[in-house]
């Protein structure tokens, strides 16, 4: 118990005294003599004792003997004296106080008030116990609750753990070349429309053309079938480049407008077939 | 001229303890705590390197009412000392008013035998034996409390104990020893 606490119980001690205080009837003066008569007679009480001490002395003085020191000695008188200390607790009466009802109080003052002594010192005693446990208590209580942050960051650690490690896994790897796939499709498509539009706007159909020159321009012979569209045309090489990688070539037939047969073999869209000049394929852009 | 435990009056409310030691290095101490822990009595603590006590003041003397032996056990004197001691005390010692004190006995590199013997001789003489820290605060603390506790008894001054009675309950035995079970 340091310093500080004892002070603590001190001043609590003081209030609780004060406020029991009122109910406690004044303290007797204390130190008040006894009564001469009271007096009297435990002096008297002490010289009997004091007689009888002395005269239990001389007898033991006439008693005594040189005594011998060996263990058997020491055995039998050992035996003696406490056949002899237990027969007078045996023969013993308990002794009364005297009867003068003065000294009982007096006595009975003493008692209560070792008493009283007594019980503060266990209550201030117990206080102490109480708030030190309380002081414990507090403490457990901050550990738990740290013990509890710890847990939270350690459980969100795991499962930060666990993500990665699912991302690395077959699993991750397995989505993540999934969405690379549908990334790349989807650059694809966006190619494929642009080239879409962009050979619609600028390569029309050749028979509308052709049905406009038409008007102006009879003599132009009326083609025998349906043209195809650059689109269409180009198309048809890419499908046959991709179908049979081995024999790329597609026979001009017809419906190719030559224009735009041309117009791709000048660019270097295709390349004629160096023995057969009716096929042509898409060039080699890989 | 040996020690006697009842050839003198007591004095009202005092308590006369002996510490006797060779060495004279534990006693000092030992007497400053008993003194410091007694409030209610008189405590009176003489110290003595070994009996018989010097005649001269003999008279003037009062009633030893308990007998300490201090044993170092890392000296064979101390052990040699005490036993020589224990002759020019009276038997009526023996009933309660001699205790023996030891120290040193958790050093593992001291003779077992030393030990052994002394426990012997505190069984033979029916004594309790105390085994003591001399080293610490604390453990010349917990030695003058535990004399104190039996000179209080040894004294008269627990109303319902005797001497006799506490040292029946706490006297030393070697119960392990078979010449002692003989004896027993």
Redesign the interface.
């Given at each position: 118990m340091d310093a500080g606490e004892l002070l603590e119980n001190a001043k609590a001690l003081a209030k609780q005294t004060s406020e029991y205080q009122g109910h406690l009837p004044p303290d007797a003066p204390a130190g008040r003599e006894l009564p001469e008569a009271a007096r009297a007679e435990l002096l008297d009480e002490c010289e009997d004792q004091f007689s009888q001490?002395?005269q239990l002395?001389n007898e033991?003085?006439l008693a005594?003997t040189?005594?011998?020191?060996n263990?058997a000695?020491?055995t039998v008188?050992?035996a003696n004296?406490?056949t002899a200390?237990l027969k007078e607790w045996q023969e013993l009466q308990p002794k009364l106080l005297s009867s003068n009802p003065e000294v009982l109080l007096a006595v009975g003052k003493e008692e209560l008030s070792r008493l009283n002594k007594q019980l503060e010192m266990v209550l201030s005693c117990s206080q102490a116990k109480r708030d030190k446990l309380k002081d414990v208590l507090k403490s457990e209580q901050e550990w738990l609750e740290e013990k509890k942050e710890v847990l939270k960051a350690a459980t969100e650690r795991v499962t930060a753990l666990q993500d990665e490690s699912d991302r690395l896994s077959e699993k991750g790897v397995l989505q993540d070349m999934k969405k690379k796939i549908q990334r790349v499709k989807d650059y694809h498509d966006n190619l494929l429309e642009t080239l879409s539009d962009l050979l619609e706007e600028h390569f029309p159909l050749p028979h509308q053309e052709g049905n406009a020159k038409k008007k102006r321009k009879d003599l132009l012979p009326e083609p025998s079938v349906d043209l195809i569209s650059l689109h269409d045309i180009l198309e048809l090489l890419m499908n046959k480049l991709l179908e049979s990688p081995h024999e790329p070539y597609v026979e001009i037939n017809g419906t190719f407008w030559p224009p735009y047969t041309e117009m791709l073999l000048r660019y270097g869209i295709a390349s004629r077939h160096p023995e057969d000049c009716f096929k042509i394929r898409l060039e080699a852009f890989y | 001229m040996s020690l006697k435990p009842f050839n003198k009056l007591p004095e009202l409310n005092t308590a006369n303890v002996l510490l006797v030691e060779n060495e004279e290095r534990f006693q000092k101490k030992l007497a400053d705590a008993i003194v410091l822990l007694e409030n209610n009595v008189n405590v009176i603590v003489r110290l003595a390197r070994s009996l018989p006590l010097p005649l001269e003041n003999a008279e003037s003397r009062p009633r030893i009412d308990l007998v300490v032996f201090i044993v170092h056990l890392n000296s064979e004197q101390s052990l040699l000392s005490a036993e020589t001691s224990l002759k020019h005390l009276d038997s009526g010692y023996f009933l309660g008013k001699v205790c023996f004190l030891v120290t040193g006995a958790r050093c593992g590199t001291l003779p077992y035998e030393r030990l052994t013997s002394l426990k012997k001789m505190a069984a033979t003489l029916n004594s309790p034996l105390l085994m003591t820290e001399d080293k610490t605060a604390e453990g010349v603390n917990t030695a003058a409390q535990r004399v104190l506790a039996v000179l209080r008894v040894a004294a008269g001054l627990v109303p319902m104990a005797t001497g006799l009675y506490l040292s029946s309950l706490t006297r030393c035995t070697v119960p392990n020893d078979p010449d002692w079970q003989n004896q027993d």
């Open positions: 001490l002395q002395q033991i003085a005594e040189e005594s011998v020191q263990p000695f020491q008188s050992r004296a406490l200390e | -």
